[in-house]
C-alpha cells in the first residue's frame, strides 16, 4: 500500500491542522493506521493510531484530548485533527501502515508516507 500525507503548514500557536492520509493500491480495511512525528534531534513518535475494522483507537498522553484520528472508508483516507497546536508540535508527521491493528512501536508498522511538514510559531 502506498501513502501520501499531506496538510501540513505554518500555523500559529493555539491553532488547529488537520493532516491526510491517503492510500493507494490497496484499502486501508485490513489495515491499522497510525500517525507519528519526528523533530529535528529527536527519536519518531508515536501520535495517535486506529485500527480500520473495529474501530480502536490509540494514543499518546502528549496529545490526548488535542488530537483526534479518524478515518474515512470512502475515500480511504485516515485523518489526524490537531487543536490547541504549540511549538513544540513543530516536527515532521507521518502516516503509516500495518496489518490488522494499530500499535505504538515504530517498528512494526512496514508502509510509510513521505512526511508533511507542521511549524508552529510562538
Known amino acids: 500500500v502506498q501513502l501520501q500525507a499531506c496538510g501540513g503548514g505554518l500555523v500559529q500557536a493555539g491553532g488547529s491542522l488537520r493532516l491526510s492520509c491517503a492510500a493507494s493500491?490497496?484499502?486501508?480495511?485490513?489495515?491499522?493506521v497510525g500517525w507519528f512525528r519526528q523533530a529535528p534531534g529527536k527519536e519518531r513518535e508515536f501520535l495517535a493510531g486506529?485500527?480500520?475494522?473495529?474501530?480502536?483507537?490509540l494514543y499518546a498522553d502528549s496529545v490526548k484530548g488535542r488530537f483526534a484520528i479518524s478515518g474515512d472508508n470512502g475515500k480511504n483516507t485516515v485523518y489526524l485533527q490537531m487543536n490547541s497546536l504549540k511549538p513544540e508540535d513543530t516536527a515532521v508527521y507521518y502516516c503509516?501502515?500495518?496489518?490488522?491493528?494499530?500499535?505504538?512501536?515504530?517498528?512494526?508498522?512496514?508502509?510509510w508516507g513521505q512526511g508533511t511538514k507542521v511549524t508552529v510559531s510562538s
Open positions: 486506529v485500527s480500520w475494522r473495529g474501530g480502536n483507537t
Open positions: 503509516a501502515a500495518r496489518p490488522l491493528v494499530t500499535t505504538t512501536r515504530v517498528f512494526d508498522y512496514e508502509y
Open positions: 493500491g490497496r484499502t486501508f480495511s485490513r489495515y491499522g
